[in-house]
C-alpha cells in the first residue's frame, strides 16, 4: 500500500526555506510507480485523520505544545529553531523570508496532517502487511521541541496513537536514516514497549554538538555507528544489528521504517557528507530490511524522512519497484 497525496508535501520553498529538498520529490516517486501500476490514486485527503492537540501530549510536553498552538510568534520561533533558519549571530539562515507564499501556520496544517498519513499508514499495514508513507520521518523531534527539520515527532505520535486505541502493544522502529534517530530514542528511552534500532554516521550531527548530558546523546536501544570510509562494511554492519535486534527483544506487533535516502553518495545535504553509499548499496540496505520483516512476519510501515537534492527520488523509487515487482510475483505464484 503506498499513500501519497500532494497536499501533504511540505514543499520547503513555499515558506521562503531554502534547505535543499526538492519540492517534487514525493511526486516524482509516485509518478513512477503510476507508470509500473497505472491503478495507483492518490489518497483521498478526506480520510487523513485529525491529529489533535491531545495526540500530542502523548508525546512532547506540555508547554512546547502549547507554544505551537499559541500566538504566531511562538510558533514562528519553534519553527525558526526546529529548521535552523537563523545562525548564532541571529541572521537568516537558508531563509529568505521574501520569498515565502505561505505562512507558518500553513506549515504546522501540513506536519499534521503528514503527521495524520504516518499514522494512517502504519495502522493500514497491520492488516496489509506492508504500507509506504511518501512523506514523514520527522525523527529527530523531542519531547520539549523540535529538532532537525522535524517540529513533532510523527513516528512515536503514530506509536502512542495505536497504543492507545489497543491495535497494537509493541513496535520497533528501525531507522537508516544518515543521522542518528535521537528524537526518537529521547521520547522511548523510558518505554520498553517501542525498541529503537539506529543505523547512522559514527561523525557529524547530532553526535559532534553539545555535551554526554544533552538529550541527543540517549543511545537507540540498538546504535550502530559506521565511520568515515566504513561504506564497505555498511550492509554488514546492519545485518548484525538487525539479528541482534530478533535475538534480543520480543517480536513486535509493527514496524516503522524511517527510510531516510540521505546516505546516498549524491546526497546534497553538507551534514551527511560522511556517509556515502552507492545506489546499489542504499537498494541492498532496503531489501535487507524487507526481507528480514517480512521473514518474520512484522508488519511494516515506512517512512521517507530525509533525503536532499534533486536524486534523492531515485532511491524511494528504486526500492518500491522491487516491492511492487516481488509482490506481483508472489500473486503469480499464488493464483496458479
Known amino acids: 500500500m503506498i499513500f501519497y497525496h500532494p497536499d501533504c508535501d511540505f514543499r520547503f520553498s513555499d515558506y521562503g526555506i531554502e534547505i535543499p529538498v526538492v519540492d517534487d520529490r514525493a511526486s516524482r516517486v509516485f509518478q513512477n510507480l503510476v507508470s509500473l501500476d497505472s491503478s495507483l490514486t492518490y489518497f483521498d485527503p478526506a480520510l487523513i485523520p485529525e491529529i489533535t492537540k491531545e495526540d500530542l501530549l502523548l508525546v512532547h510536553n506540555k508547554d512546547f505544545v502549547d507554544r505551537i498552538y499559541g500566538s504566531y510568534r511562538e510558533l514562528e520561533r519553534e519553527i525558526m529553531s526546529c529548521f535552523e533558519l537563523q545562525d548564532a549571530d541571529g541572521n537568516y539562515h537558508r531563509y529568505n523570508p521574501k520569498n515565502a507564499k505561505k505562512d507558518f501556520n500553513h506549515a504546522l496544517s501540513i506536519v499534521l496532517k503528514q503527521t495524520g498519513m504516518t499514522?494512517?499508514?502504519?495502522?493500514?499495514?497491520?492488516?496489509?502487511?506492508?504500507?509506504?508513507?511518501?512523506?514523514?520521518?520527522?525523527?529527530?523531534?523531542?519531547?520539549?521541541?523540535?529538532?532537525?527539520f522535524g517540529l513533532i515527532n510523527d513516528i512515536v505520535?503514530?506509536?502512542?496513537?495505536?497504543?492507545?486505541?489497543?491495535?497494537?502493544?509493541?513496535?520497533?522502529?528501525?531507522?537508516?536514516?544518515?543521522?542518528?534517530?535521537?528524537?526518537?530514542?529521547?521520547?522511548?528511552?523510558?518505554?520498553?514497549?517501542?525498541?529503537?534500532?539506529?543505523?547512522?554516521?559514527?561523525?557529524?550531527?547530532?553526535?559532534?554538538?553539545?555535551?554526554?548530558?544533552?538529550?541527543?546523546?540517549?543511545?537507540?536501544d540498538l546504535e550502530v555507528g559506521v565511520d568515515v570510509g566504513e561504506e564497505d562494511k555498511y550492509l554488514g554492519l546492519l545485518s548484525a544489528a538487525l539479528n541482534e535486534l530478533d535475538q534480543k527483544y520480543p517480536r513486535p506487533d509493527v514496524a516503522i521504517v524511517v527510510n531516510g535516502a540521505d546516505p546516498y553518495e549524491h546526497d546534497e545535504l553538507q551534514s551527511t557528507d560522511k556517509l556515502k553509499l552507492t545506489r546499489e548499496q542504499m537498494l541492498a540496505r532496503d531489501i535487507l530490511v524487507y526481507e528480514f520483516l517480512q521473514k518474520l512476519?512484522?508488519?511494516?510501515?515506512?517512512?521517507?524522512?530525509?533525503?536532499?537534492?534533486?536524486?534523492?527520488?531515485?532511491?524511494?523509487?528504486?526500492?518500491?519497484?522491487?516491492?511492487?515487482?516481488?509482490?506481483?510475483?508472489?500473486?503469480?505464484?499464488?493464483?496458479?
Open 157 to 220: 505520535i503514530t506509536l502512542r496513537k495505536l497504543q492507545k486505541e489497543n491495535l497494537i502493544k509493541t513496535a520497533w522502529v528501525i531507522d537508516v536514516d544518515a543521522h542518528k534517530g535521537d528524537g526518537t530514542a529521547e521520547l522511548t528511552a523510558r518505554d520498553p514497549s517501542i525498541v529503537t534500532l539506529s543505523i547512522h554516521m559514527k561523525e557529524g550531527w547530532p553526535l559532534d554538538s553539545g555535551t554526554v548530558r544533552d538529550p541527543w546523546f540517549i543511545p537507540c
Open 119 to 148: 499514522y494512517y499508514s502504519t495502522k493500514s499495514a497491520l492488516t496489509t502487511g506492508f504500507s509506504y508513507f511518501l512523506g514523514g520521518g520527522m525523527h529527530h523531534a523531542m519531547s520539549f521541541g523540535g529538532r532537525g
Open 297 to 336: 512476519k512484522i508488519p511494516q510501515s515506512y517512512v521517507m524522512a530525509g533525503g536532499y537534492g534533486k536524486r534523492s527520488w531515485e532511491i524511494y523509487t528504486q526500492f518500491l519497484k522491487f516491492v511492487w515487482e516481488s509482490s506481483s510475483k508472489r500473486s503469480e505464484v499464488s493464483s496458479r
